[in-house]
């Protein structure tokens, strides 16, 4: 491969929560310290552990170089980077700089509209298992959330339940929803023909929905992103989606999303409300970064993750359902994590999922406790590092934990 997805780079001290934050308590869900003798291996924090593509630290410094860091424009080069990179896919063919958005991140935007489309006391429709930040973007603004379970069919494939999403948005009133697209943590890249059922509900429900597609570009070989907006034409006027380079080019920390919004009403109402605060500005860096990213060097180096990640998830799937009785791993349709159920191996072996869940991080094991993401006897495992990292961590499984 022409690009580093082997090197194993030290972040301790770098600012890098998946290191630093072990043993602490920032979001109550971190990993504890390991034992004496055992390194950290971090599988918890949805970041990767590759250095990211030349082409944006190239831009960075390039722009860094000039020494004036003052109020600055928003290039017609960021706004024509998104257009060009959400059209590759053969959607968004008529998108323009009218309907984009900056966001400080997806969090920022999902609790925007929220704001604007809810009251305190409203419900809000999402799906289960969920991921965990959905939850605050819920009920930290005096909302509650509302779990459609998704259902695992008998080829492990995960699958909305149309008729529990209707009934659940009649019982409760609901006039949005949070869709994840592709769905963390289950891995799911939805088809045309789920996504066309799914609006089809929310159409006879009059529910508006936020997509969330973070995770759009990380899609394994013989599935296709679908954004929600591009279903139909009343998905395209009632849908409002955020997108980021933060998971493709492991860029989190230099905060930068971004909003697609078709609908002028729905868009004026979201901005008019995001900018009463002043703070959703962007960072001039972070608009290098994103030129960087989306160019064709990004979709060189994106491709070659593709091939990493894919690889070690299959490479996970394959390993752990043969090493690990009752443990079930499916394996995902994009994203870079797994969502292991344990139900299987703790009901076996007498274990409840605190002592598996413990076990692992006593030797390093740094992986996530399920039960966060509605998951009852689960384990979110990221796989976005060097083979030889997640070797260690699967033999340190073995040795140590599901024993």
């Known amino acids: 491969m022409k690009y580093d997805f082997t090197s194993i780079i030290n972040r301790k001290g770098m600012d890098a929560t998946a290191y630093d934050s072990v043993g602490q308590?920032?979001?109550?869900?971190?990993?504890?310290?390991?034992?004496?003798?055992?390194?950290?291996?971090?599988?918890?924090v949805a970041d990767m552990n590759f250095p990211t593509c030349p082409a944006i630290t190239r831009r960075m410094i390039e722009r860094a170089e000039h020494p004036l860091f003052g109020y600055f424009n928003y290039?017609?080069?960021?706004?024509?980077?998104?257009?060009?990179?959400?059209?590759?896919?053969?959607?968004?063919?008529?998108?323009?700089?009218?309907?984009?958005?900056?966001?400080?991140?997806?969090?920022?935007?999902?609790?925007?509209?929220?704001e604007v489309l809810t009251q305190p006391g409203d419900h809000i429709l999402l799906h289960s298992p969920v991921y965990v930040g959905f939850k605050g973007d819920v009920e930290g603004l005096g909302r509650h959330s509302v779990y459609s379970p998704l259902v695992r069919d008998e080829s492990g494939v995960w699958r909305m339940d149309y008729d529990d999403m209707d009934r659940k948005i009649k019982e409760f009133n609901?006039?949005?929803?949070?869709?994840?697209s592709p769905h963390n943590p289950s891995g799911r890249v939805w088809t045309m023909a789920e996504l066309e059922k799914a609006m089809q509900v929310f159409e006879a429900n009059d529910v508006t929905v936020l997509s969330?597609?973070?995770?759009?570009?990380?899609?394994?070989?013989?599935?296709?992103?679908?954004?929600?907006?591009?279903?139909?034409?009343?998905?395209?006027?009632?849908?409002?989606?955020a997108y980021a380079p933060s998971k493709t080019f492991n860029l989190a920390g230099l905060v930068g999303s971004y909003h697609i919004i078709y609908n002028d009403g729905l868009r004026r109402a979201i901005v008019r409300h995001s900018e009463k605060t002043h703070y959703n500005e962007m960072n001039v860096l972070s608009m290098h970064a994103l030129a960087g990213a989306y160019s064709?060097?990004?979709?060189?180096?994106?491709?070659?993750l593709l091939q990493?990640?894919?690889?070690?998830?299959?490479?996970?799937?394959?390993?752990?359902?043969?090493?690990?009785?009752?443990?079930?791993?499916?394996?995902?349709?994009?994203?870079?994590?797994?969502?292991?159920?344990?139900?299987?191996?703790?009901?076996?072996?007498?274990?409840?999922?605190?002592?598996?869940?413990?076990?692992?991080?006593?030797?390093?094991?740094?992986?996530?406790?399920?039960?966060?993401?509605?998951?009852p006897c689960h384990i979110r495992l990221n796989l976005a590092s060097p083979r030889v990292r997640l070797e260690e961590a699967f033999?340190?499984?073995?040795e140590y934990v599901f024993i």
Not at 174 to 180: A, G, H, M, R, S
Not at 395 to 398: A, F, P, Q, S, T
Request: charged share 25%; proline share 3%; net charge negative.
């Open 25 to 44: 308590y920032k979001w109550g869900i971190e990993p504890e310290l390991p034992e004496e003798g055992f390194d950290f291996i971090p599988l918890w």
């Open 75 to 114: 290039s017609e080069e960021y706004y024509q980077s998104i257009i060009n990179w959400r059209r590759a896919g053969g959607f968004h063919v008529d998108l323009t700089r009218a309907h984009i958005g900056y966001e400080n991140g997806v969090h920022g935007f999902l609790s925007t509209a929220v």
């Open 174 to 180: 609901i006039k949005t929803c949070i869709l994840c």
């Open 212 to 241: 969330d597609e973070i995770w759009a570009d990380l899609v394994f070989k013989g599935h296709q992103h679908i954004p929600a907006q591009c279903v139909n034409q009343w998905a395209r006027e009632h849908v409002a989606a």
């Open 296 to 304: 064709g060097e990004g979709r060189a180096w994106m491709e070659e």
């Open 308 to 375: 990493v990640i894919e690889g070690n998830a299959r490479r996970a799937c394959e390993y752990i359902n043969r090493s690990f009785e009752g443990v079930r791993c499916d394996m995902p349709e994009g994203t870079y994590m797994l969502f292991l159920d344990c139900s299987g191996y703790c009901a076996r072996s007498g274990r409840t999922i605190d002592d598996v869940i413990r076990a692992g991080w006593r030797v390093g094991v740094g992986w996530q406790d399920g039960r966060h993401f509605e998951g």
């Open 395 to 398: 033999r340190r499984m073995k």
